[in-house]
C-alpha cells in the first residue's frame, strides 16, 4: 500500500547547475507533516517540478533524481503555467474562493489549460496506482483530478484537501463550470476543509447545484458515499518551538535585538496577496502614529512580503501600491535614528524568520479571506520566555482556534488601530496567560495529527465504501436470492412504499402506485406460498384505496394498524387525541415554513417538508424536534426524524413491531424486507438471522443489501420471482 500525495509542486528546488541539476527539498509545513506521519504505507508525491524543459534527456535525468525520492514529476509547459496555474487558478478560482468577485476572470483558454493539466496529472499518477493506494489530492488547483482519477481506478481511496476558503453558494454560483469542478471534487471519499464554514458552504453547493442527496457531512452517490469534514491544519509546533534556541538563530536574534535597540517591533509576514490585507494594515499602522504620536520612533512596523505571482497584473499592481505606501508612510514619519516601517520583498531563511518572530512583540496578521493563516500559529508557537501578542483577523480560518488572540475585522482600519495600542499596552500577565491557552492548542493540532487524522478517517470511509459497493445487488447476489427465493415454500415479503416501490415525489398525493407495480404484486401475491404486506406509514384510507382489489396485507401508521385477511386491526389502544400545545408547535412551524403542510394520522401527527428549500427545511426541522422535546415526553410520545418529515407518534409500536408480530404468527423459510428510510431500519433489525434486508438509496450498517436507485427496485422483484 502506498500513499500517494498529489499538488501542484513537488516539496523541492530542482536548479540548474552547470551541466546538470541539483534537488533541495524545501520543507514547507505538508511536507514536514507528512513526513512524520507514522504509516507503513510507502509515500510518494506527485507534481510539478518548478522548471522548466522541453528537452526529453533533461526531463530523464530530473524524473530519475526525483524517482530516488519517490517524488513523480509532472512536467508542464510555460503555456500551461500561465493559462492553468496563473491563469484559472490563480485568477479564477483564487479571487473567487477569497471573495474578490470582481478580480474574477474568465478566459476559455484557462478553463481549457485547467482540463488539460488535471487530465495530464492524473495520467502521469495513474501507472502506479494500485487499488489499495491511499491518493490524497491538494488543493483548488486540481479539483477535477478526485473523478479523473476515480473514473480509472474505482476502487482507490481517494482524499481531497482545500486549503484556501470556499465561498457561498450565491458566489460559487457565478462559476460557468461550477458543476464540472463540484462532480471533479466528488469523485473524493473523504472532502476536506480547513472549517466548518467551508464545509457548510461546499455542502449548500452541492444540493443546490447539483440537487443531490446531503445528510449532514454526507453526499450520497449512486455507488458510494462523500463525506466532508473540517480538519483544522497545524503546524510543526516542536520545531517552531525550538527553533529560537538553535545557535543560528539565537545569532541572529541577538543581532536583530541590538539593531533595533529599546524600540518595540510589530511583525507582519505574508505572500504577497490582495487577500492577507496588506493595504488596510499599512493605513492601519500609519493612523495608529498619526493620532498616537507618542508611540513614534518607539514603534516599528517590520513588514516581510514574499514575492508571489507576480507575473500576474494583479499582483504586480499590488506591489507598486504597497511600494507607494510604505514610501508614504516612511517619508512622513521617519526620522533620523527611527524608520516607522522596514520593509522586506524577499524570502527569508528559516533562521531568521524565526529570529523575526522570537524578537517581535507584536505580530500583526490582518488576511481579508484566507483559508487558515500558519504564520500566526508560528509565530505563537515560537515564543518561550518573552510572550507576544497576536492580532488576528477574523476573517482567518486560524481565528477559531485562537479566540485568545485580539481578533479585529480586518476592513476596520480603526479597530486595528484599536488592537495595536491594546497589544502595545497589555499587562504581561495577560499576555502570558493567552498565550499559554493558545500555546496548548497549537502544540495538540499540529501538522501531523491534520494529516493523521485525515489519513486514518480516509480510510474508515474508504473501508465504508467498499463495504457499500459489496452490498449494492448485483448479479452474484441476486442468482443467490433467487435459488433461496425458489426453494423456499412459505415467504414474508415485507415492502416499503414512499420512495422505495414508489419514487420520492415532491407531492405525497401524487405518489399513486403504477399499472406495472399493481401488476407485479398481483403477480406476487397471486403466488400461494407468499404472503406479501405494505408495511408504511400512510394511513389506512389510503392504503386501501391505492391497492382495490388486490390480495395485499398491509401494516399502516408505521404498525399501529394492520390488515389481514381483508380485515384492518389496530395495535393502538385508542385513537390519540392530540395535545393544544403540540399541535400549536406545528401550526407555528407550518406558519414559518411555506410549502410544509401536517398530517393527522390517528396514531401520529407529520410534518411534511418535501417542497421546503433544503437549508430552510433543516433549521426548521431542528427547531421543531427541540420544541417538541418537552411536550413529547411528558405525554410519552416518540418523535421520529424520517425522510423529509417529523413523526410524532406512540413508542409501542413501529414498523419492527408489526414484523415481529407477523413472525410469531407464522413460520417462514424465507424473509425479505425492503425500505429506503430510516424508520425502515426497525424492520431489518426485526428480521431473523437469515432474513434478507434491502436497503434503497444511502447505506445502512443493518441491512444485507442495498439497491441505489429506487428505479431499480421493481426490475429487481421482477426478476427475483420470474
Ligand atoms: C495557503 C492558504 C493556509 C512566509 N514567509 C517566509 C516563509 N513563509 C512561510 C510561513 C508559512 C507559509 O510561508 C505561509 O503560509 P500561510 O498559511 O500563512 O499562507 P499561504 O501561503 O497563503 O497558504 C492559507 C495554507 O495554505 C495551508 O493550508 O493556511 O490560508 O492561503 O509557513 O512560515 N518561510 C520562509 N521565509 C519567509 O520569508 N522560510
Given at each position: 500500500?502506498?500513499?500517494?500525495?498529489?499538488?501542484?509542486?513537488?516539496?523541492?528546488?530542482?536548479?540548474?547547475?552547470?551541466?546538470?541539476?541539483?534537488?533541495?527539498?524545501?520543507?514547507?509545513?505538508?511536507?514536514?507533516?507528512?513526513?512524520?506521519?507514522?504509516?507503513?504505507?510507502?509515500?510518494?508525491?506527485?507534481?510539478?517540478?518548478?522548471?522548466?524543459?522541453?528537452?526529453?534527456?533533461?526531463?530523464?535525468?530530473?524524473?530519475?533524481?526525483?524517482?530516488?525520492?519517490?517524488?513523480?514529476?509532472?512536467?508542464?509547459?510555460?503555456?500551461?503555467?500561465?493559462?492553468?496555474?496563473?491563469?484559472?487558478?490563480?485568477?479564477?478560482?483564487?479571487?473567487?474562493?477569497?471573495?474578490?468577485?470582481?478580480?474574477?476572470?474568465?478566459?476559455?483558454?484557462?478553463?481549457?489549460?485547467?482540463?488539460?493539466?488535471?487530465?495530464?496529472?492524473?495520467?502521469?499518477?495513474?501507472?502506479?496506482?494500485?487499488?489499495?493506494?491511499?491518493?490524497?489530492?491538494?488543493?483548488?488547483?486540481?479539483?477535477?483530478?478526485?473523478?479523473?482519477?476515480?473514473?480509472?481506478?474505482?476502487?482507490?481511496?481517494?482524499?481531497?484537501?482545500?486549503?484556501?476558503?470556499?465561498?457561498?453558494?450565491?458566489?460559487?454560483?457565478?462559476?460557468?463550470?461550477?458543476?464540472?469542478?463540484?462532480?471533479?471534487?466528488?469523485?473524493?471519499?473523504?472532502?476536506?476543509?480547513?472549517?466548518?464554514?467551508?464545509?457548510r458552504?461546499?455542502i449548500s453547493?452541492?444540493y443546490?447545484?447539483?440537487?443531490?442527496?446531503c445528510n449532514l457531512?454526507?453526499?450520497?452517490?449512486?455507488?458510494?458515499?462523500?463525506?466532508?469534514?473540517?480538519?483544522?491544519?497545524?503546524?510543526?509546533?516542536?520545531?517552531?518551538?525550538?527553533?529560537?534556541?538553535?545557535?543560528?538563530?539565537?545569532?541572529?536574534?541577538?543581532?536583530?535585538?541590538?539593531?533595533?535597540?529599546?524600540?518595540?517591533?510589530?511583525?507582519?509576514?505574508?505572500?504577497?496577496?490582495?487577500?492577507?490585507?496588506?493595504?488596510?494594515?499599512?493605513?492601519?499602522?500609519?493612523?495608529?502614529?498619526?493620532?498616537?504620536?507618542?508611540?513614534?520612533?518607539?514603534?516599528?512596523?517590520?513588514?516581510?512580503?514574499?514575492?508571489?505571482?507576480?507575473?500576474?497584473?494583479?499582483?504586480?499592481?499590488?506591489?507598486?501600491?504597497?511600494?507607494?505606501?510604505?514610501?508614504?508612510?516612511?517619508?512622513?514619519?521617519?526620522?533620523?535614528?527611527?524608520?516607522?516601517?522596514?520593509?522586506?520583498?524577499?524570502?527569508?531563511?528559516?533562521?531568521?524568520?524565526?529570529?523575526?518572530?522570537?524578537?517581535?512583540?507584536?505580530?500583526?496578521?490582518?488576511?481579508?479571506?484566507?483559508?487558515?493563516?500558519?504564520?500566526?500559529?508560528?509565530?505563537?508557537?515560537?515564543?518561550?520566555?518573552?510572550?507576544?501578542?497576536?492580532?488576528?483577523?477574523?476573517?482567518?480560518?486560524?481565528?477559531?482556534?485562537?479566540?485568545?488572540?485580539?481578533?479585529?475585522?480586518?476592513?476596520?482600519?480603526?479597530?486595528?488601530?484599536?488592537?495595536?495600542?491594546?497589544?502595545?499596552?497589555?499587562?504581561?500577565?495577560?499576555?502570558?496567560?493567552?498565550?499559554?491557552?493558545?500555546?496548548?492548542?497549537?502544540?495538540?493540532?499540529?501538522?501531523?495529527?491534520?494529516?493523521?487524522?485525515?489519513?486514518?478517517?480516509?480510510?474508515?470511509?474508504?473501508?465504508?465504501?467498499?463495504?457499500?459497493?459489496?452490498?449494492?445487488?448485483?448479479?452474484?447476489?441476486?442468482?443467490?436470492?433467487?435459488?433461496?427465493?425458489?426453494?423456499?415454500?412459505?415467504?414474508?415479503?415485507?415492502?416499503?412504499?414512499?420512495?422505495?416501490?414508489?419514487?420520492?415525489?415532491?407531492?405525497?398525493?401524487?405518489?399513486?402506485?403504477?399499472?406495472?407495480?399493481?401488476?407485479?404484486?398481483?403477480?406476487?401475491?397471486?403466488?400461494?406460498?407468499?404472503?406479501?404486506?405494505?408495511?408504511?406509514?400512510?394511513?389506512?384510507?389510503?392504503?386501501?384505496?391505492?391497492?382495490?382489489?388486490?390480495?395485499?396485507?398491509?401494516?399502516?401508521?408505521?404498525?399501529?394498524?394492520?390488515?389481514?385477511?381483508?380485515?384492518?386491526?389496530?395495535?393502538?389502544?385508542?385513537?390519540?387525541?392530540?395535545?393544544?400545545?403540540?399541535?400549536?408547535?406545528?401550526?407555528?412551524?407550518?406558519?414559518?415554513t411555506?410549502?410544509s403542510?401536517?398530517?393527522?394520522?390517528?396514531?401520529?401527527?407529520?410534518?411534511?417538508y418535501?417542497?421546503v428549500d433544503v437549508w430552510l427545511a433543516e433549521l426548521r426541522q431542528k427547531q421543531l424536534i427541540?420544541?417538541?422535546?418537552?411536550?413529547?415526553?411528558?405525554?410519552?410520545?416518540?418523535?421520529?426524524p424520517?425522510?423529509k418529515?417529523v413523526?410524532?407518534?406512540?413508542?409501542?409500536?413501529?414498523?419492527?413491531?408489526?414484523?415481529?408480530?407477523?413472525?410469531?404468527?407464522?413460520?417462514?423459510?424465507?424473509?425479505?424486507?425492503?425500505?429506503?428510510?430510516?424508520?425502515?431500519?426497525?424492520?431489518?433489525?426485526?428480521?431473523?438471522?437469515?432474513?434478507?434486508?434491502?436497503?434503497?438509496?444511502?447505506?445502512?450498517?443493518?441491512?444485507?443489501?442495498?439497491?441505489?436507485?429506487?428505479?431499480?427496485?421493481?426490475?429487481?422483484?421482477?426478476?427475483?420471482?420470474?
Amino acid at each position: 500500500m502506498k500513499l500517494i500525495i498529489i499538488a501542484n509542486r513537488l516539496p523541492v528546488k530542482i536548479e540548474r547547475k552547470n551541466d546538470s541539476f541539483a534537488v533541495k527539498r524545501s520543507e514547507g509545513g505538508l511536507a514536514t507533516g507528512l513526513g512524520s506521519l507514522k504509516t507503513e504505507a510507502e509515500m510518494h508525491w506527485v507534481g510539478w517540478p518548478g522548471i522548466y524543459t522541453d528537452n526529453e534527456k533533461e526531463k530523464q535525468e530530473i524524473t530519475g533524481k526525483l524517482n530516488e525520492l519517490n517524488y513523480h514529476p509532472v512536467f508542464l509547459s510555460a503555456e500551461q503555467i500561465e493559462n492553468y496555474y496563473e491563469g484559472y487558478s490563480n485568477s479564477t478560482i483564487w479571487p473567487l474562493c477569497h471573495y474578490f468577485f470582481s478580480f474574477v476572470q474568465y478566459k476559455t483558454e484557462y478553463w481549457e489549460a485547467y482540463r488539460q493539466v488535471n487530465t495530464l496529472f492524473c495520467e502521469e499518477a495513474l501507472p502506479f496506482i494500485e487499488d489499495d493506494d491511499i491518493i490524497w489530492v491538494q488543493d483548488y488547483q486540481l479539483m477535477l483530478l478526485p473523478k479523473k482519477i476515480r473514473d480509472k481506478k474505482p476502487n482507490v481511496n481517494i482524499g481531497y484537501f482545500h486549503h484556501i476558503p470556499f465561498p457561498s453558494y450565491e458566489l460559487f454560483r457565478v462559476l460557468p463550470e461550477r458543476e464540472e469542478v463540484l462532480e471533479g471534487l466528488l469523485g473524493a471519499d473523504l472532502i476536506g476543509f480547513h472549517t466548518h464554514d467551508y464545509m457548510r458552504h461546499f455542502i449548500s453547493a452541492i444540493y443546490r447545484v447539483l440537487d443531490l442527496n446531503c445528510n449532514l457531512d454526507e453526499i450520497s452517490l449512486k455507488d458510494r458515499i462523500v463525506h466532508v469534514d473540517a480538519f483544522p491544519m497545524g503546524i510543526n509546533y516542536e520545531q517552531y518551538h525550538k527553533a529560537p534556541t538553535l545557535a543560528g538563530v539565537k545569532k541572529r536574534s541577538d543581532r536583530l535585538k541590538e539593531e533595533l535597540g529599546n524600540q518595540t517591533t510589530i511583525l507582519s509576514v505574508d505572500r504577497l496577496d490582495y487577500s492577507k490585507g496588506i493595504l488596510h494594515r499599512l493605513n492601519a499602522f500609519a493612523n495608529f502614529l498619526e493620532n498616537h504620536p507618542e508611540y513614534r520612533k518607539k514603534v516599528s512596523l517590520a513588514m516581510i512580503v514574499v514575492p508571489s505571482r507576480d507575473a500576474v497584473d494583479r499582483y504586480a499592481d499590488l506591489k507598486t501600491q504597497i511600494d507607494q505606501t510604505i514610501g508614504k508612510i516612511n517619508g512622513q514619519y521617519s526620522t533620523p535614528g527611527w524608520t516607522p516601517v522596514y520593509y522586506f520583498y524577499q524570502s527569508f531563511p528559516f533562521e531568521e524568520l524565526i529570529a523575526l518572530y522570537d524578537i517581535a512583540d507584536v505580530a500583526l496578521v490582518t488576511p481579508l479571506r484566507d483559508g487558515m493563516n500558519l504564520v500566526a500559529k508560528e509565530y505563537l508557537a515560537t515564543k518561550r520566555d518573552k510572550p507576544g501578542v497576536l492580532i488576528l483577523s477574523e476573517m482567518a480560518g486560524a481565528a477559531i482556534e485562537l479566540p485568545d488572540s485580539i481578533i479585529i475585522n480586518p476592513n476596520d482600519t480603526q479597530e486595528i488601530e484599536n488592537a495595536i495600542l491594546e497589544a502595545l499596552t497589555m499587562p504581561e500577565k495577560e499576555k502570558r496567560a493567552r498565550l499559554d491557552k493558545m500555546q496548548k492548542r497549537i502544540s495538540t493540532q499540529t501538522v501531523k495529527k491534520w494529516a493523521g487524522d485525515f489519513v486514518k478517517d480516509l480510510r474508515h470511509i474508504s473501508e465504508q465504501n467498499k463495504e457499500i459497493i459489496q452490498k449494492t445487488l448485483g448479479k452474484r447476489q441476486l442468482t443467490q436470492l433467487k435459488k433461496e427465493y425458489q426453494q423456499a415454500s412459505k415467504r414474508l415479503i415485507l415492502l416499503d412504499y414512499d420512495g422505495t416501490l414508489s419514487p420520492f415525489v415532491k407531492n405525497p398525493e401524487d405518489a399513486l402506485p403504477t399499472e406495472e407495480l399493481l401488476k407485479l404484486l398481483t403477480k406476487m401475491t397471486s403466488d400461494k406460498k407468499n404472503k406479501v404486506v405494505i408495511n408504511s406509514g400512510r394511513n389506512r384510507q389510503v392504503l386501501d384505496k391505492w391497492f382495490k382489489g388486490l390480495n395485499l396485507d398491509f401494516a399502516a401508521e408505521h404498525g399501529a394498524y394492520f390488515k389481514e385477511n381483508g380485515k384492518w386491526h389496530k395495535n393502538i389502544q385508542q385513537k390519540i387525541e392530540w395535545d393544544d400545545e403540540i399541535l400549536n408547535i406545528i401550526e407555528h412551524t407550518i406558519e414559518k415554513t411555506p410549502r410544509s403542510h401536517m398530517e393527522v394520522k390517528d396514531s401520529s401527527l407529520v410534518w411534511h417538508y418535501r417542497k421546503v428549500d433544503v437549508w430552510l427545511a433543516e433549521l426548521r426541522q431542528k427547531q421543531l424536534i427541540n420544541a417538541l422535546i418537552g411536550p413529547a415526553s411528558r405525554l410519552n410520545l416518540q418523535i421520529v426524524p424520517g425522510n423529509k418529515i417529523v413523526e410524532i407518534k406512540s413508542p409501542d409500536f413501529n414498523k419492527g413491531s408489526e414484523v415481529r408480530r407477523l413472525l410469531q404468527k407464522d413460520n417462514y423459510d424465507f424473509v425479505l424486507a425492503i425500505g429506503d428510510d430510516t424508520t425502515d431500519e426497525d424492520m431489518f433489525h426485526a428480521l431473523p438471522p437469515d432474513g434478507v434486508s434491502i436497503k434503497v438509496g444511502n447505506f445502512s450498517p443493518v441491512a444485507k443489501y442495498r439497491i441505489p436507485l429506487q428505479s431499480s427496485v421493481m426490475p429487481f422483484f421482477e426478476n427475483l420471482i420470474k
